[in-house]
């Protein structure tokens, strides 16, 4: 995303705004569920507005990070995908076998086992909807902004691009917190980086990102 980022390139300061937005969303899911602890929330309830929970913690610092932005005037880099656009077909299940047998190979060697993915709702359908709209499309779209977009743009700048595109998903790994998960998300976050630098646009990460997720959900749901 070299030549993107040389319309104005994301500075240190705007990548850790950026990470420090991920940051924000994570405290305000704590603060809200705490919150409502204190305030002895039978549990049933608790659940019920979970969903609702961590959408309003990823979309408060989501708005904030595009409005700081745009007063920097950096341009979210969500440019056409021309002619290449198709190649994302066979990107996709590359991208998820490339993370999945990395994951798979590297784990036991880190002595890291397969992470157990839970998903527990209240069954209402307003809950599923708020669910997956965080999970497929807000939580990606301030992920693909951070990593991609700030993180990586920064890189561009102070490091060959072999550095940015590991850096990048390192930092990308280490904020899905569990083991299991950094590694397979910091290697997608590989596959992600790329896509993005091949294609010179923020969709092709984010479209990939998009159907990472809803594989995932489409597994975990199968698995329940």
């Given amino acids: 995303m070299t030549e993107h980022s040389a319309r104005k390139a994301p500075t240190l300061r705007d990548a850790l705004v950026g990470c420090a937005s991920l940051v924000v969303a994570d405290g305000l899911l704590i603060a809200q569920a705490f919150a409502l602890l204190r305030l002895e929330v039978p549990r049933a309830v608790l659940l019920t507005l979970f ?29 056409r995908l021309g002619a290449k ?12 076998l490339f993370a999945g047998a990395g994951a798979a190979l590297i784990g036991p060697l880190l002595g890291l086992e397969p992470a157990g993915e839970t998903a527990s709702n209240d069954g209402s359908n307003l809950g599923v909807v708020l669910t997956l709209i965080a999970y497929l499309v807000v939580g990606p779209f301030l992920e693909e902004i951070v990593f991609r977009r700030l993180v990586m743009g920064y890189l561009d700048t102070v490091a060959p691009a072999a550095v940015s595109v590991i850096g990048s998903a390192i930092l990308f790994g280490l904020a899905h917190i569990a083991p299991p998960a950094m590694l397979y998300t910091g290697l997608m976050g590989i596959a992600l980086a790329l896509s993005t630098r091949w294609h010179k646009s923020l969709w092709a990460g984010l479209i990939l990102h998009f159907c990472n997720n809803l594989l995932v959900q489409v597994v975990v749901v199968g698995a329940i």
Wanted: aromatic share 14%; no cysteine; proline share 10%.
């Fill in 51 to 79: 969903p609702l929970l961590i959408l309003v913690a990823l979309a408060v610092p989501t708005i904030f990070l595009l409005r700081y932005l745009k007063r920097r005037g950096i341009p979210l880099g969500f440019d």
């Fill in 85 to 96: 656009g198709w190649h994302l077909l066979w990107e996709f299940p590359v991208a998820v």
